[in-house]
C-alpha cells in the first residue's frame, strides 16, 4: 500500500471496528489491520446478553461479524496481517507487518489483551490436552467429564455457567471467599446444582500423563493442601495488554496499559489508543465501543487541523 491513510486501526475487536466505522463513515481513507481475524476476545464469547439494543442474548461471534459488516460498508480496508514494529515519531507514521510498511496520519491503537497464566508446573505442558482459556472453544471437548474453571470474576463465572452445558460437574476455585463478578451472575453460578465453588483455594500444581488428570489445590488460610481428580481445568485469572509496544515511545502504566486522556489521545501526537489495551476502570464491549468512537472523532480532528 503506498498511500499515506487518513486513519490505520492496528486490531479489529469491538474497539477497532467502530474506530473504523467512524473514520470511514467522516470519509477518512482508513483501513484495518488485524492478525487473527476480524472481533478480537468477543468472538470466544458464547452469549451476551447486556449489550444494548438487542432483546434476546447475540453470540459474541455474531455480534463482531456485525460490527465488521456495518464497518466494511463504509469503504474501510481490512488487512489481515501481524504488526511487527510501530515507528510512530514524526508526523507520518509507519506500522510495519509481516507483508508489508504501512503509513498513516494517525494510528489507533486496539490491540486488545491476552490471557494471563497461573504460572503453575503442568499449565504449559497440558495446555491443548486438558489446559485451556475459553471455555467456548473447548467446552464441547469435556462432555460428560468432570472440569475446574480458576478464577472469581465475570468471565470466570460465565465460562463456568457455559461448562455446564457439557461437563458432568464443575469446580470454581477462587482464592478469595467471596466472587468478584455481577450480582446476577453470583446468583446464577450459586444455583446451578452442577457447579460447586471450592474458596479459598489456588492451584499449585496441574497433573496428567497424555492428558490432564487432576490438580494439586492449596488452602489460601492454612497452607493445607488437596487434590481434586478432572479432566479439565479452564482458567480465567485476568488478562494482560497485547501489542508491539516495545521502542514505540507510547506511554504505558506499570502493567502495559496504554495511557490516554478522555480523547483516547496518547502521549504521541496523533496516535490513540481504545478499548481493553488502554488504562480504564471498566474493560466492556461497551466502553470499548464507546473509546472507538472517541478516537476516530478525536483523529478526524486531529487531521483537519494539522493536515
Not at 492478525?35 to 444494548?52: C, D, K, M, S, W
Not at 507487518?97 to 491503537?109: G, R
Not at 465460562?159 to 458432568?168: D, G, N, Q, S, V
Not at 457447579?195 to 479459598?200: E, K, R
Amino acid at each position: 500500500m503506498d498511500r499515506v491513510l487518513d486513519v490505520l486501526v492496528i486490531g479489529g475487536g469491538p474497539a477497532g471496528l467502530t474506530a473504523g466505522l467512524y473514520a470511514g463513515r467522516a470519509l477518512l481513507n482508513t483501513a484495518i489491520v488485524e492478525g487473527r481475524g476480524a472481533g478480537g476476545q468477543v468472538i470466544l464469547t458464547h452469549e451476551i446478553e447486556n449489550y444494548p439494543g438487542f432483546v434476546e442474548p447475540i453470540s459474541g461471534a455474531e455480534l463482531a461479524a456485525n460490527m465488521a459488516a456495518q464497518t466494511s460498508r463504509f469503504d474501510v480496508a481490512m488487512l489481515n496481517s501481524p504488526v511487527e514494529v510501530l515507528k510512530l515519531e514524526g508526523k507520518i507514521k509507519e506500522v510495519v507487518t509481516q507483508q508489508e510498511s504501512l503509513k498513516a496520519k494517525t494510528v489507533i491503537l486496539a490491540t486488545g489483551v491476552t490471557p494471563k497464566m497461573l504460572g503453575v508446573p503442568g499449565e504449559q505442558k497440558y495446555i491443548g490436552r486438558g489446559v485451556s482459556y475459553c471455555a467456548t472453544c473447548d467446552g464441547a471437548f469435556f462432555r460428560g467429564k468432570k472440569v475446574a474453571v480458576v478464577g472469581g470474576g465475570d468471565t470466570a463465572v460465565k465460562e463456568a455457567l457455559f461448562l455446564t452445558k457439557f461437563a458432568e460437574h464443575v469446580w470454581l476455585i477462587h482464592r478469595r471467599d467471596r466472587l468478584r463478578a455481577e450480582q446476577i451472575l453470583q446468583k446464577r453460578l450459586l444455583e446451578n446444582p452442577k457447579i460447586t465453588p471450592l474458596w479459598n483455594k489456588v492451584v499449585a500444581e496441574i497433573h496428567g500423563e497424555l492428558k490432564v488428570t487432576g490438580v494439586s489445590l492449596t488452602d489460601t488460610k492454612d497452607e493445607s493442601t488437596s487434590r481434586l481428580d478432572l479432566q479439565g481445568v479452564f482458567i480465567f485469572v485476568g488478562r494482560q495488554p497485547e501489542g508491539p509496544l516495545e521502542g514505540s515511545g507510547i506511554l504505558t502504566d506499570k502493567d502495559g496499559y496504554i495511557i490516554t486522556d478522555e480523547n483516547m489521545a496518547t502521549n504521541i501526537p496523533g496516535v490513540y489508543a481504545v478499548g481493553d489495551v488502554r488504562q480504564k476502570a471498566w474493560r466492556q464491549i461497551v466502553t470499548a465501543v464507546g473509546d472507538g468512537a472517541i478516537a476516530a472523532l478525536s483523529a478526524a480532528e486531529y487531521i483537519q487541523e494539522n493536515f
